[in-house]
Protein backbone atom coordinates (compact mmCIF):
# COMPACT_ATOMS: atom_id res chain seq x y z
CA UNK A 1 0.00 0.00 0.00
CA UNK A 2 1.47 3.29 -0.96
CA UNK A 3 1.31 6.53 1.28
CA UNK A 4 -1.57 8.69 -0.09
CA UNK A 5 0.18 11.93 -1.64
CA UNK A 6 -0.50 15.46 -1.35
CA UNK A 7 0.02 18.13 -3.87
CA UNK A 8 2.20 21.01 -2.98
CA UNK A 9 -0.53 23.93 -2.81
CA UNK A 10 -2.07 21.50 -0.25
CA UNK A 11 1.55 21.15 1.67
CA UNK A 12 1.88 24.81 1.60
CA UNK A 13 -1.60 25.46 2.54
CA UNK A 14 -1.29 23.12 5.44
CA UNK A 15 2.54 24.81 6.72
CA UNK A 16 0.73 28.43 6.22
CA UNK A 17 -2.27 27.06 8.75
CA UNK A 18 0.14 25.18 11.08
CA UNK A 19 2.46 28.51 11.52
CA UNK A 20 -0.63 30.36 11.92
CA UNK A 21 -1.50 28.27 14.92
CA UNK A 22 1.62 27.80 16.62
CA UNK A 23 2.08 32.03 16.30
CA UNK A 24 -1.42 32.50 18.03
CA UNK A 25 -0.66 29.45 20.36
CA UNK A 26 3.08 30.70 21.14
CA UNK A 27 3.65 34.31 20.63
CA UNK A 28 0.31 36.26 20.66
CA UNK A 29 -0.59 38.12 23.31
CA UNK A 30 -3.75 36.04 24.01
CA UNK A 31 -1.03 33.03 24.64
CA UNK A 32 0.58 35.11 26.82
CA UNK A 33 -2.54 36.33 28.54
CA UNK A 34 -3.51 32.31 28.64
CA UNK A 35 -0.09 31.35 29.90
CA UNK A 36 -0.41 33.75 32.52
CA UNK A 37 -3.99 32.61 34.02
CA UNK A 38 -2.81 29.38 33.75
CA UNK A 39 0.75 29.62 35.59
CA UNK A 40 -1.80 31.80 38.59
CA UNK A 41 -3.85 29.02 38.48
CA UNK A 42 -1.30 26.33 38.86
CA UNK A 43 0.81 29.01 41.54
CA UNK A 44 -2.55 29.02 43.72
CA UNK A 45 -2.88 25.74 43.62
CA UNK A 46 0.75 24.35 44.32
CA UNK A 47 0.63 26.78 47.16
CA UNK A 48 -2.28 25.50 48.82
CA UNK A 49 -0.81 21.60 48.82
CA UNK A 50 0.95 20.96 52.79
CA UNK A 51 4.09 20.02 52.43
CA UNK A 52 3.64 16.45 53.40
CA UNK A 53 1.10 15.87 50.85
CA UNK A 54 3.75 16.42 48.16
CA UNK A 55 7.18 15.07 49.67
CA UNK A 56 7.70 12.28 52.20
CA UNK A 57 8.74 13.67 55.33
CA UNK A 58 11.46 10.95 56.11
CA UNK A 59 13.37 11.82 52.34
CA UNK A 60 13.25 15.69 52.81
CA UNK A 61 14.62 15.20 56.76
CA UNK A 62 17.19 12.90 55.09
CA UNK A 63 18.18 15.09 52.16
CA UNK A 64 18.54 18.13 54.02
CA UNK A 65 20.86 17.01 57.00
CA UNK A 66 22.56 15.06 53.90
CA UNK A 67 23.10 18.54 52.45
CA UNK A 68 23.64 20.50 55.28
CA UNK A 69 26.67 17.49 56.65
CA UNK A 70 29.43 19.51 58.59
CA UNK A 71 31.50 18.15 55.68
CA UNK A 72 29.43 19.84 52.83
CA UNK A 73 29.21 23.73 54.89
CA UNK A 74 33.01 23.60 56.43
CA UNK A 75 35.47 22.30 53.35
CA UNK A 76 33.69 25.03 50.48
CA UNK A 77 33.40 27.78 53.42
CA UNK A 78 36.77 27.67 54.58
CA UNK A 79 38.70 29.12 51.44
CA UNK A 80 36.08 31.64 51.66
CA UNK A 81 36.14 32.38 55.44
CA UNK A 82 39.84 32.06 55.24
CA UNK A 83 40.10 34.69 52.56
CA UNK A 84 38.15 36.88 54.36
CA UNK A 85 40.04 36.74 57.56
CA UNK A 86 42.97 37.76 55.19
CA UNK A 87 41.10 40.78 53.87
CA UNK A 88 39.87 41.88 57.28
CA UNK A 89 43.53 41.86 58.72
CA UNK A 90 44.89 43.58 55.66
CA UNK A 91 42.33 46.44 55.89
CA UNK A 92 42.41 46.44 59.58
CA UNK A 93 46.41 46.36 59.63
CA UNK A 94 46.09 49.68 56.69
CA UNK A 95 43.92 51.74 59.04
CA UNK A 96 46.35 51.14 61.85
CA UNK A 97 49.15 52.26 59.92
CA UNK A 98 47.17 55.44 59.00
CA UNK A 99 46.79 56.45 62.13
CA UNK A 100 49.58 56.68 63.44
Known sequence: MSSPSL?????D??????????E???VS???????LRSFVEG?????GLRVGDV??????????????????I?????PVMK???RRTLAALRSACQRLR
Open 74 to 78: TKPAA
Open 29 to 35: DAARADW
Open 55 to 72: VDADALTDGVSKALSEET
Open 24 to 26: ARL
Open 83 to 85: ELH
Open 7 to 11: SDDVL
Open 43 to 47: WTWAL
Open 13 to 22: ELAEKHIAFL
